[in-house]
């Protein structure tokens, strides 16, 4: 009997050591489980705080692609602004606050360079995005012609589009005609049976003389404005039908060549044209963002034998050299030259949905306005938009569709151009304005603000 009550005190005592043991083992599972869990949840709180910060960095690029004056004028250069500040995402009952937003920005030419600090909080979580990003507006094709220092027109030349100057616009000879409006900071001269269907407005003089004709299109309702004085010459075709504004003398030697009301010496000056410095680029900035680069003469067509195919064509391309191109393209791209631009022939665009800007950086010496850096072949169609750092000049029956930005443009021997604004719509790269990140990460290691 006294075996048989040790065995059964041995067996209580074996069962109540398992008890324990299990009792220690399922407390400890059930820590570690509850560990995995706070921890997990702790993960989860920190990724929203993360997607939190990153919400603010989003509505900063939101802002600035909505609204290009809030980058350029708004936001102050070189010191940090504050843009968010406690702002709920999505909510403050859960916690969870766009803390703060800071952006500093600096003026590159025609590029601005966003620095942006956001920070996130979630249920006490911290995370802190730093982001670089750069945005660019280095052309405004929309003006459809704009020279930097002067636009002159000749032999029958025929333009389809507003003509915009930082220095002077001469309609020079023989039949040459703007069918739209003309502004410049400089004079403008019409001469020798040429016409402007549009508007006329001009810091300086405004001449109109030898048959030539101001306002044909919109007649009465149009007007010749000058900050200087007017001058319509005698002829018996001489004619400005709308009104005249000077700041200066208004003669009309025609005495009946002026077919609205005059009005001289006007104060303040009639003339509220608002136009900014012809841009100058940068090439460093489109080596940074090219796509493509090539060295020395290169060569765009459909041809075989030429270094760059014009099917399918996209992104920027960069030629340290002169380019020469024609052929049939498809697709969105830009084509950047050191040197000249010659297009050798036609060069068409194979449906609506492509465009090409071409850019020339090539210089003209000073004093040799002559000097060439975009040039069509000769009654050639060009369809594209370009600029040029120093001159583009059509001649013998040359067209070009799309638009034209030169420090002189130049047109001779019934050359045309015609603005096209569904191509300026299509954006080429590196020529309106957009957005490239520069860089995108996070300032700190995660944590926990929670005591």
Same mark, same amino acid.
């Given at each position: 009997?006294?075996?048989?009550?040790?065995? %059964?005190?041995?067996?209580?005592?074996?069962?109540?050591?398992?008890?324990?043991?299990?009792?220690?083992? =399922?407390?400890?599972?059930?820590?570690?489980?509850?560990?995995? %869990?706070?921890?997990? !949840?702790?993960?989860?709180?920190?990724?929203?705080?993360?997607?939190?910060?990153?919400? =603010?960095?989003?509505?900063?690029?939101?802002?600035?692609?909505?609204?290009?004056?809030? &980058?350029?004028?708004?936001?102050? *250069?070189?010191?940090?602004?504050?843009?968010?500040?406690?702002?709920?995402?999505?909510?403050?009952?859960?916690?969870?606050?766009?803390?703060?937003?800071?952006?500093?920005?600096?003026?590159?030419?025609?590029?601005?360079?966003?620095?942006?600090?956001?920070?996130?909080?979630?249920?006490?979580?911290?995370?802190?995005?730093?982001?670089?990003?750069?945005?660019?507006?280095?052309?405004?094709?929309?003006?459809?012609? +704009?020279?930097?220092?002067?636009?002159?027109?000749?032999?029958?030349?025929?333009?389809?589009?507003?003509?915009?100057?930082?220095?002077?616009?001469?309609?020079?000879?023989?039949?040459?005609?703007?069918?739209?409006?003309?502004?410049?900071?400089? +004079?403008?001269?019409?001469?020798?049976?040429?016409?402007?269907?549009?508007?006329?407005?001009?810091?300086?003089?405004?001449?109109?003389?030898?048959?030539?004709?101001?306002?044909?299109?919109?007649?009465?309702?149009?007007?010749?404005?000058?900050?200087?004085?007017?001058?319509?010459?005698?002829?018996?075709?001489?004619?400005?039908?709308?009104?005249? +504004?000077?700041? @200066?003398?208004?003669?009309?030697?025609?005495?009946? /060549?002026?077919? @609205?009301?005059?009005?001289?010496?006007?104060?303040? /000056?009639?003339?509220?044209?608002?136009?900014?410095?012809?841009?100058?680029?940068?090439?460093?900035?489109?080596?940074?963002?090219?796509?493509?680069?090539? #060295?020395?003469?290169?060569?765009?067509?459909?041809? &075989?034998?030429?270094?760059?195919?014009?099917?399918?064509?996209?992104?920027?391309?960069?030629?340290?050299?002169?380019?020469?191109?024609?052929?049939?393209?498809?697709?969105?791209?830009?084509?950047?030259? #050191?040197?000249?631009?010659?297009?050798?022939?036609?060069?068409?665009?194979?449906?609506?949905?492509?465009?090409? !800007?071409?850019?020339?950086?090539?210089?003209?010496?000073?004093?040799?306005?002559? #000097?060439?850096?975009?040039?069509?072949?000769?009654?050639?169609?060009?369809?594209?938009?370009?600029?040029?750092?120093? *001159?583009?000049?059509?001649?013998?029956?040359?067209?070009?569709?799309?638009?034209?930005?030169?420090?002189?443009?130049?047109?001779?021997?019934?050359? *045309?151009?015609?603005?096209?604004?569904?191509? &300026? *719509?299509?954006?080429?790269?590196?020529?309106? +304005?957009?957005?490239?990140?520069?860089?995108?990460?996070?300032?700190?290691?995660?944590?926990?603000? #929670?005591?």
């Amino acid at each position: 009997m006294d075996a048989i009550k040790n065995e %059964r005190g041995q067996a209580m005592i074996l069962a109540v050591g398992v008890m324990m043991i299990l009792l220690v083992v =399922g407390s400890a599972m059930l820590a570690v489980s509850s560990g995995n %869990r706070r921890a997990s !949840a702790s993960q989860l709180e920190q990724v929203q705080a993360y997607y939190t910060a990153d919400a =603010g960095v989003e509505r900063v690029l939101a802002k600035a692609l909505a609204d290009p004056d809030w &980058v350029k004028t708004t936001l102050p *250069k070189g010191a940090p602004y504050l843009y968010l500040q406690n702002e709920p995402y999505p909510d403050a009952v859960a916690g969870n606050v766009i803390e703060s937003v800071y952006v500093t920005k600096t003026t590159l030419t025609y590029v601005y360079e966003l620095d942006i600090a956001s920070v996130g909080v979630y249920k006490g979580n911290r995370r802190t995005l730093e982001v670089e990003v750069r945005l660019y507006t280095p052309l405004d094709f929309s003006k459809g012609v +704009w020279s930097g220092t002067a636009a002159t027109f000749k032999q029958n030349g025929e333009i389809k589009s507003d003509v915009w100057s930082n220095g002077n616009v001469w309609l020079e000879e023989n039949g040459s005609v703007v069918e739209k409006n003309v502004f410049a900071v400089g +004079w403008v001269r019409l001469d020798n049976g040429t016409s402007v269907g549009g508007n006329i407005e001009a810091y300086g003089d405004v001449t109109v003389s030898n048959n030539a004709k101001a306002n044909t299109v919109i007649e009465e309702s149009g007007w010749v404005k000058a900050g200087g004085s007017v001058l319509v010459g005698s002829g018996g075709n001489t004619k400005v039908k709308g009104d005249v +504004w000077a700041g @200066g003398s208004i003669t009309d030697e025609g005495s009946d /060549s002026i077919d @609205g009301e005059s009005y001289p010496y006007t104060t303040p /000056s009639p003339v509220n044209l608002s136009l900014p410095d012809f841009p100058v680029l940068s090439q460093s900035d489109y080596v940074r963002s090219a796509d493509y680069e090539y #060295t020395g003469e290169t060569t765009f067509g459909n041809s &075989v034998s030429d270094d760059v195919k014009l099917t399918g064509i996209d992104g920027i391309y960069f030629v340290n050299g002169n380019v020469n191109i024609s052929g049939t393209y498809s697709g969105v791209a830009t084509i950047v030259a #050191t040197g000249s631009i010659s297009i050798t022939n036609d060069l068409d665009r194979s449906d609506t949905n492509s465009c090409l !800007a071409l850019i020339s950086f090539a210089p003209s010496p000073a004093g040799l306005i002559d #000097t060439v850096e975009v040039k069509i072949g000769g009654t050639g169609t060009v369809e594209a938009l370009i600029y040029a750092a120093g *001159k583009i000049h059509l001649n013998e029956d040359d067209k070009v569709i799309g638009a034209a930005m030169a420090n002189y443009v130049k047109t001779d021997s019934g050359a *045309k151009i015609e603005y096209n604004q569904n191509m &300026v *719509k299509l954006h080429p790269p590196g020529v309106f +304005w957009g957005l490239g990140i520069n860089s995108w990460q996070e300032k700190y290691k995660p944590f926990s603000i #929670t005591s």
